[in-house]
């Protein structure tokens, strides 16, 4: 999408794919618990709990999975102590890449993370190299092959309920907003009846940079191992790719 980074799009196609491993459905539940241990397990007054509670929904994660995550992150069930790092480094054609890890052993975890990068042509830099790339957005995602809507009438609606921003391509449209104000947009849309393929408060880039065509490939390769990397619950990247390059290697 103009603007923004196409592997958000790729990435929620393939995580279709993580759930049937049951891998998405592990750091799913890591979220949770790690958001009902900072801010308790009610989701009407924990935000980000609530967010990870709809967020497990949309992937058709069981409640009984949701539970024991919410009852390990306020201690009713025994659980591992997890702790948030954040990854930063550079992919093929200066792709610049910010991760998102909850791990309980940052050793290992590095480790990981670096021999990824190294495998697939990319470094891992020091903090704060590319994170001031990246801004704190919310992100509602309508997939048009599922869900036909009027372009026209949901862009009126979506910004007067207080989107920032909208990109449309032929399958998707996106509408950007503050992270303030996510929640408010996306019920007052649901409420309208729409329905939405992706909703999250995320990271996104605030300029991208075009994929060589000959790098295309080995740039997939490098984010598509770090997003399967057990530890990693994040991948943001900045990297444009065409479309027609895409369709290629589909």
């Known amino acids: 999408m103009a603007g923004h980074s196409k592997?958000?799009?790729?990435?929620?196609r393939k995580g279709k794919e993580d759930a049937r491993r049951g891998q998405l459905f592990t750091k799913l539940a890591r979220q949770?618990?790690?958001?009902?241990?900072?801010?308790?397990?009610?989701?009407?007054t924990n935000f980000r709990l609530r967010l990870a509670i709809d967020k497990a929904r949309g992937s058709n994660m069981p409640n009984d999975n949701i539970e024991r995550a919410i009852k390990r992150g306020t201690g009713e069930l025994e659980g591992v102590n997890l702790e948030e790092v954040i990854y930063e480094g550079y992919g093929p054609g200066g792709m610049a890449i910010l991760l998102e890890a909850l791990t309980d052993n940052r050793n290992r975890t590095a480790s990981d993370v670096r021999?990824?990068?190294?495998?697939?042509g990319g470094n891992l830099g020091e903090n704060g190299c590319v994170?001031?790339?990246?801004?704190?957005?919310?992100?509602?995602?309508?997939?048009?092959?599922?869900?036909?809507?009027?372009?026209?009438?949901?862009?009126l609606e979506a910004i007067e309920t207080g989107a920032?921003?909208?990109?449309?391509?032929?399958?998707?449209?996106?509408?950007?907003?503050?992270?303030?104000?996510?929640?408010?947009?996306?019920?007052?849309?649901?409420?309208?009846?729409?329905?939405?393929?992706d909703a999250e408060v995320t990271m996104i880039p605030t300029n991208t940079v075009e994929i060589p065509k000959d790098k295309v490939e080995q740039a997939l390769r490098l984010l598509e191992a770090l997003d399967e990397l057990d530890d990693i619950q994040e991948v943001y990247a900045n990297g444009d790719i065409d479309e027609e390059v895409l369709s290629e290697g589909a």
């Open 7 to 12: 592997w958000a799009n790729i990435k929620h």
């Open 164 to 197: 920032e921003d909208i990109e449309v391509d032929e399958e998707y449209i996106e509408l950007i907003t503050a992270p303030g104000d996510f929640l408010a947009v996306k019920e007052a849309l649901e409420l309208s009846g729409y329905k939405f393929e």
């Open 115 to 120: 021999h990824v990068f190294a495998k697939h």
């Open 131 to 155: 994170a001031w790339m990246f801004e704190k957005k919310g992100r509602l995602v309508i997939d048009k092959q599922v869900t036909p809507i009027d372009e026209e009438t949901l862009m």
């Open 32 to 44: 949770i618990t790690l958001a009902a241990r900072e801010g308790g397990g009610d989701p009407e």
